[in-house]
């Protein structure tokens, strides 16, 4: 009798919520929290089994000697870490109320539903936008724990801290891998995070062996850079790029959350950094307190410095281009797409026509411009707005549906594309940019917009379909609308108001973009 009863108390035990128990690290032990204490709104069945860690170091201090340099691993700690409290965020240009900010912020966060640490179930990791922190409520992962999923944020390195180039950071980095190279330092903090996980997410219920990795905008790059990275080659098994890729030929790649400098640029603007700041060495610089290296990058614009991806060919190892033609690092499947309102399109957007023909002007030239006005004409007002939504929305579509037909000639593995078109209420905005985020993560608890039942029932579609992507490689499951895999047909998935394949946009406008597109330099 004794002996029964005692399995059961250690049946029930190995099946509580993993808040119960004390994790053991590769770096120290870590005791987890409940999510929640009381039910919240939506769609979350499981939310009383959902843990989350918060503040787990994943790198050491990037302060001092660690600052420009690739991020260190954590050090040991000797007692349980207590992680009921999001750790430091990384220092930004953007105004940061209530967070406390340190170059000791590579830390991440974990949510999971588990009752078990040997339950091994499918792992995201989510890469947050710029301006943006872990922290967000934005980026809570409750919603994908109820689901089976293993969610995990982390922060990295921004602005000048993150991605400074120099002469003497590039001797360095000879010393210490052999690349005659510098910058994207925040990059590799996006890497180390990867391989933190993948170390240590066992520990959690999480497969180490499946991890797919997501984000929006800036995080979108950042998951494109660990698609493309030879520095990350077999620790992923799938992508989700929100906001999004792009036929290498747009000119937006040079401007929006993708974009990248060469060598020769970035280290030019590094010494002129430098100079700027009456530092005279990297090693004076490092000596320096952060703040002095926190510039206003945010508009209204007040710097003149561009601090982006460098094409380092270490991290970074190719033009985008050249990167599909030749095959990435990792050929898993891809998710991505755009949301209607964003990269040019802006909903409401009144203008006059002369507005207009100057816009249209500024993009392009020549006998391009009598094209692009036979397709998107302006007879008045209205019709001019409508016209300058039309042709950036588009060009995000088309570009997306350039891109994975590309992707598919050097890889072997599916890319599914969509447009969102669903705003979200309590705005103005439309479905701007960012606006999917609450409904994929499924976490609409978390934040204060007039929800309706309406957004419950979109969470819960929007949700299912990157959820069994996480798991699967593939978006469609039971009771959701097919989801064709990308190919040369000229269709996408609306997602949002309504759920079903639909065309790009007018075979003409294809078309055109696409030739027009062939004109401009590659990136």
Request: some cysteine.
């Amino acid at each position: 009798m004794k002996n029964h009863l005692a399995l059961g108390l250690m049946a029930g035990a190995a099946n509580a919520a993993l808040y119960e128990d004390v994790i053991t690290t590769n770096f120290g032990q870590v005791q987890g929290y409940p999510a929640f204490n009381s039910t919240p709104s939506g769609n979350l069945t499981n939310w009383k089994d959902i843990t989350v860690w918060k503040g787990i170091p994943y790198a050491a201090s990037t302060a001092g000697k660690n600052r420009w340099a690739a991020p260190k691993p954590a050090p040991n700690w000797n007692t349980t870490l207590y992680a009921k409290s999001y750790g430091d965020i990384c220092p930004s240009t953007s105004s940061s109320p209530g967070y406390t900010i340190s170059e000791d912020c590579l830390n991440l966060n974990i949510w999971t539903s588990a009752t078990s640490t040997k339950q091994k179930r499918p792992v995201v990791m989510w890469s947050y936008p710029a301006y943006s922190t872990a922290a967000d409520s934005l980026f809570d992962g409750s919603g994908m724990a109820d689901a089976g999923i293993v969610y995990v944020n982390y922060n990295y390195r921004t602005g000048a801290l993150g991605w400074l180039a120099h002469p003497e950071l590039s001797q360095e980095r000879v010393d210490t891998v052999g690349f005659n190279s510098s910058g994207n330092y925040g990059m590799l903090d996006q890497f180390a995070a990867l391989k933190w996980i993948k170390e240590n997410i066992e520990a959690f219920g999480g497969d180490p062996d499946h991890i797919t990795v997501m984000g929006q905008s800036a995080g979108s790059a950042a998951t494109q850079h660990i698609l493309n990275s030879p520095l990350t080659k077999g620790l992923i098994v799938g992508a989700i790029i929100e906001s999004g890729v792009r036929d290498p030929h747009d000119p937006l790649c040079e401007t929006l959350a993708e974009n990248y400098r060469n060598l020769t640029f970035a280290l030019g603007q590094g010494v002129d950094y430098l100079a700027d700041k009456n530092a005279s060495t990297i090693a004076a610089a490092r000596n320096m307190n952060y703040t002095a290296f926190v510039d206003s990058d945010f508009p209204p614009t007040s710097s003149s410095w561009t601090f982006t991806a460098t094409l380092d060919h270490y991290a970074l190892p190719n033009t985008y281009e050249d990167t599909l033609l030749k095959g990435a690092a990792n050929d898993v499947p891809i998710i991505t797409g755009n949301t209607r309102d964003e990269s040019g399109a802006t909903y409401g957007l009144n203008i006059t026509i002369a507005e207009y023909l100057a816009d249209l002007n500024a993009t392009y030239s020549g006998e391009w411009i009598d094209k692009f006005l036979e397709l998107y004409p302006a007879n008045n007002a209205s019709q001019a707005s409508a016209s300058e939504n039309a042709q950036f929305t588009d060009r995000s579509i088309i570009g997306t549906w350039l891109w994975a037909r590309k992707w598919k000639q050097a890889a072997k593995s599916p890319v599914y594309t969509y447009i969102w078109d669903h705003a979200p209420p309590g705005q103005t905005q439309g479905a701007y940019h960012e606006s999917e985020i609450n409904y994929v993560l499924n976490n609409l608890y978390g934040t204060d917009s007039p929800w309706t039942d309406k957004d419950y029932e979109i969470a819960a579609t929007m949700n299912a379909y990157w959820v069994n992507f996480i798991k699967t490689g593939n978006p469609n499951g039971q009771g959701l609308t097919e989801w064709r895999e990308s190919s040369n047909e000229e269709v996408t998935q609306r997602l949002g108001d309504g759920f079903e394949s639909v065309p790009l946009t007018d075979p003409e406008r294809v078309k055109l973009m696409e030739e027009w597109l062939l004109t401009q330099p590659i990136w």
